[in-house]
């Protein structure tokens, strides 16, 4: 016991200096002040959370919040079939699929978000092809819209959702299923009460991934929006480069953890009641 | 044997860390903007002061100042932006320059000597310079530009590109309405952002590094570029236009400076002189497409660079233009609306 116990100091030692002291750092500054070359001052004050409660910012993270909510939702909805049709294939196309799922990972995430502007914009693949096809006359301005900045994200994050979703897909006891049909159960009803219930660690760990990366990233909005429809992260970017304000930008990034948590363990209880009824069902 | 992992481990960092001290060379560590230089001009320099040269890249004037802040890396030339070198000298972290290593500074053209920034050059030397202007497509550009006002004409809705950069655009919108680009008036400012506003229905982007690509492409038809990238446009898409706006613009360089705790701090004034030799300095500015302060080499300069409009403006443009100057704490209120500008919320 002793020995394991020694044997996880260099983990907790890793963890502490670079994880925890960052974030204490983070913490503390958010309680400080700076000066007009941005400088950090040990001056103890709220301004900075008091900042945050302008409506300018409350409605740029309403926005970010709004626009994670709708990625992950989109993103569960594609997976879940997905992973669904990956897990009952044969074992030959359960590689395929997965190794089809995982590839795009090994081409670097900038160049495939490039890629969507190449793809996208008025001179661009779809657009040629509509109006060479005849379907529209003036090229659409499908690039640096709202609409663009979705697909992006749901596109970058469709792998963290259905990768989770296999995984639980594959674990689980089939013998249920089995026994539902000898019972009489529709397919449809076997797969609300015995699969959804069963691949609900496979979700919640999927929403999690894409809602809190959705939250966190700043690219996306840069390259396929504009650099017009600012999110939380690019704020926070800008306060700890251009504005010279660390203070805010740490409180800034101090809310936003405390605000996923929040939507973690919000969407954590929403499952578990769930849960709950099914059993009370049986 | 976990101990032996964690001893290896230490091994590891201590020999990535004293790795480079392996050269008997002298070394020249510069730290700057990625393809700031010619690398030809670079090695030609190692071959004749038979030294090294080490060459690190950053991505914003803010990741400089942080570097040279905590301690400075050992770096014996760095590269800050006009603004940026007021705020280092206000911070006390260069170096003066001796002016005896580096004769070849009165090659540098009058425009370029004596910045606002750094007053009789104690500290820099202009090492790339431009000027923001409106950069057009003229196959959908019918009228004839000159104003900044003309970004404003409703023909070009949704076609405006502007520079992602809270100083730039605020700045254009003072100049436009004849304040300087650094006016600390709350009122002044104000009533900029407020005609920004208006703008922003037009603009399709707000965009810096990859502003170049969407003008070739001809995704904006009309938009806010700097001289050097307008002129790397133009070689591109031949129906571009430039124009320095009547009511002034903005000028902007990257220069050289000498950290205060460089090692190497003579070895960087003589790579500077010899960087300002009209010959050296016609081939770099030759690679890098900008415009050469240096005012001996246009003789070494190809034709088709002297031609180059974009990147040889006039002494009338030249006396149009204005440096950006720190703004002091009025820097919340600027990023407060340019956050406003960016989110379209209030």
Known sequence: MRKSNLSLLPVFLWLFLFLLLPMLMVVGISFMDRDELGNVVYHFNLDSYATFFDPLYLGIYWDTIVLSVLTTAICLLLSYPLAYYIANASPRMQTWGLVMITIPFWINFLIRTYAWVLLLRTQGVVNSLLINWGLIQEPLQMLYTKGAVLLGMVYTFVPFMVLPIYVALEQMDKKLLEAASDLGATPWRSFWHITLPQTKSGIMTGAVLVYVSTTGMFVVTDILGGAKSAMISNIIQSQFLGARNWPFGSALSVIFVITSLIMIALFNRAMTSRHLKVKEGR | ?346
């Open chain 2, 1 to 346: 044997m976990k101990w032996a992992g964690l001893l290896l481990a230490v091994m590891m960092v201590v020999g990535l860390l004293s790795g480079c001290g392996g050269s008997s060379k002298e070394t020249l560590n510069i730290y700057s903007w990625a393809d700031n230089f010619d690398m030809d001009v670079i090695k030609d320099f190692e071959k004749q002061y038979n030294v090294k040269v080490k060459y690190d890249v950053f991505a914003n004037n803010e990741d400089l100042l942080a570097k040279i802040k905590a301690g400075g890396n050992g770096y014996d030339l760095i590269q800050p932006s006009d603004y940026m070198v007021e705020m280092m000298i206000k911070q006390d972290l260069l170096a003066p320059l001796d002016m005896n290593n580096i004769p070849n500074f009165e090659n540098i053209a009058d425009v370029y000597k004596n910045p606002t920034f750094d007053p009789g050059n104690k500290y820099s030397i202009v090492y790339m310079s431009g000027v923001t202007g409106i950069a057009y497509n003229k196959k959908y550009v019918k009228d004839e530009i000159d104003s900044w006002e003309d970004l404003w004409n409703p023909a070009y809705k949704g076609k405006v590109i502007l520079l992602d950069d809270n100083r730039e655009v605020i700045g254009m919108a003072l100049k436009k309405a004849g304040h300087s680009n650094s006016s600390k008036d709350e009122g002044e400012i104000t009533a900029a952002v407020n005609d920004l506003k208006t703008l922003l229905p037009s603009v399709l982007a707000f965009d810096t590094d990859n502003i170049k690509q969407k003008m070739i492409q001809e995704e904006g038809w009309i938009a806010t570029v700097w001289s050097g990238d307008a002129s790397f446009i133009a070689k591109d898409n031949p129906d571009i236009g430039f124009v320095i706006p009547k009511e002034g613009s903005t000028i902007f360089a990257d220069n050289y400076a000498i950290p205060k705790n460089a090692n190497h701090k003579e070895l960087a004034e003589k790579f500077i002189n010899f960087m300002l030799e009209p010959e050296v300095s016609a081939k770099n500015y030759e690679s890098i497409g900008y415009s050469d302060p240096n005012t001996k080499s246009a003789p070494f300069h190809s034709a088709e660079y002297n031609a180059d409009k974009m990147i040889n403006l006039t002494d009338e443009e030249m006396s149009r233009t204005e440096w950006l100057s720190d703004i002091g704490s009025q820097v919340s209120l600027y990023d407060r609306f340019w956050t406003e500008l960016k989110s379209g919320r209030e």
